[in-house]
Structures are given as structure tokens and as C-alpha cells.
Nanobody, 122 residues
Framework: QVQLVESGGGLVQAGGSLRLSCAASGSVSSVYSMGWYRQAPEKQRELVAS?????????AYADSVKGRFTIFRDNAKNMVYLQMNSLKPEDTAVYYC??????????????WGQGTQVSVSS
């Protein structure tokens, strides 16, 4: 079993900052890509940012967050973070952590966290 646990969401005024954290635990042998997605009411879930590791580190960001959000990870702790600056009301959504994990049983699949609410007031 693998669990992804997020923290750090909350309510912030426009222009403010939040940092989200996500820890992968349980039967984790290797963690490949990690990322953050978000889903606003009545909208589809979308990629916010992702980071890969192994053979070079690659980053990807949604155009809407480039220059404002930064994703980084701590491989030793199997954690990924999302630093969100200059937040806008349109960033309001439930944010989900995602990780591509190989377990000790050599099963590789994608896992999701339970989600954390980010609300930005104008």
C-alpha cells in the first residue's frame, strides 16, 4: 500500500502565498515523476506542475502558473512541494498530489492524494 498525504492548503488573499506539501509513504521502492493537479468546481482536473527524476530532472508547468508557482522535491524523503506565490482568485481549487511509484512488490502505478483545498479571495 502507498499513501500520498497532502498538507498546506487554506484560505489566502489575492497576492498571497501558500506552500503545499505531499509525502509518499508505505510500500515505496522508487518514486518517478511527482506532480500537482487541481480541480475547480465544474471544471476538469488539470496539471499544475510536475517534476521527474532519474537521468535528469525535468519540470513542467501549466501556462497559467508559470513564473508564480515552483515545484520541487526531496527525493530522500519522497516528498514534493508546490510553492505558490502571487495567488489569484482563479487559482482556487482542490489541489491533488500525484506520484508514479514502484512498490516493493515491483508494481508500478500512479497514486493520488486525497486533495487539499486552496481558496484565494479577491
Amino acid at each position: 500500500q502507498v499513501q500520498l498525504v497532502e498538507s498546506g492548503g487554506g484560505l489566502v488573499q489575492a497576492g498571497g502565498s501558500l506552500r503545499l506539501s505531499c509525502a509518499a509513504s508505505g510500500s515505496v521502492s522508487s518514486v518517478y515523476s511527482m506532480g500537482w493537479y487541481r480541480q475547480a468546481p465544474e471544471k476538469q482536473r488539470e496539471l499544475v506542475a510536475s517534476v521527474t527524476s532519474g537521468g535528469g530532472t525535468n519540470y513542467a508547468y501549466a501556462d497559467s502558473v508559470k513564473g508564480r508557482f515552483t515545484i520541487f522535491r526531496d527525493n530522500a524523503k519522497n516528498m514534493v512541494y508546490l510553492q505558490m506565490n502571487s495567488l489569484k482568485p482563479e487559482d482556487t481549487a482542490v489541489y491533488y498530489c500525484s506520484a508514479d511509484v514502484r512498490t516493493f512488490a515491483s508494481v508500478r502505478r500512479n497514486y493520488w492524494g486525497q486533495g487539499t483545498q486552496v481558496s484565494v479571495s479577491s
